[in-house]
């Protein structure tokens, strides 16, 4: 992150329009992101930090355990797949871009973007499909 912040600094006097600051330092972070994503050796794993705590607070033992685990299962799919989906669907379903500001952040057409997000997304159901035939 002080890597993306130093960059959006250094490049400040060559934003155009204040209204796209967002994408614009969506897409500068995006792509430092990336870079090391690409970076790393293929048998090292993502650090995807301490996942969040159920939305459930409220609930059982029970209940936050599951959902912890689903969590924790989630994060396990996600680093299966490749960059470029993974890095569109968590800032559509996570950080809650649209897709006009993905495309930006990550250089591409929208309907790519659409694309990745649709396949991640398949992907996802696929492995978590698990989760879902034992809530049935």
């Known amino acids: 992150m002080q890597e993306a912040f130093l960059t959006a600094w250094r490049r400040l ?5 204040a209204e796209a600051f967002r994408s614009w330092l ?12 690409r970076g ?6 993502l650090d995807l ?7 459930a ?3 059982g033992p029970e209940t936050r355990l599951e959902q912890r685990e689903q969590l924790q299962d989630l994060a396990a799919a996600l680093q299966t797949l490749p960059v470029g989906p993974r890095a569109a669907w968590s800032l559509r379903e996570i950080d ?10 990550l250089d591409l057409p929208v309907s790519t973007v659409r694309g990745r997000i649709a396949r991640a997304r398949h992907e996802l ?9 034992t809530r049935d």
């Not at 790393?40 to 794993?45: A, D, M, T």
């Open 13 to 17: 006097p060559t934003l155009d329009r």
């Open 26 to 37: 969506y897409q500068i972070t995006t792509r430092r992101c990336l870079d090391v994503v």
């Open 40 to 45: 790393r050796r293929p048998e090292e794993s």
């Open 49 to 55: 930090g301490t996942v969040a705590e159920p939305v």
């Open 57 to 59: 607070s409220g609930a």
């Open 96 to 105: 809650e871009l649209s897709y006009d500001e993905i495309a930006t952040a």
């Open 125 to 133: 159901a696929e492995r978590m499909g698990a989760w879902q035939t």
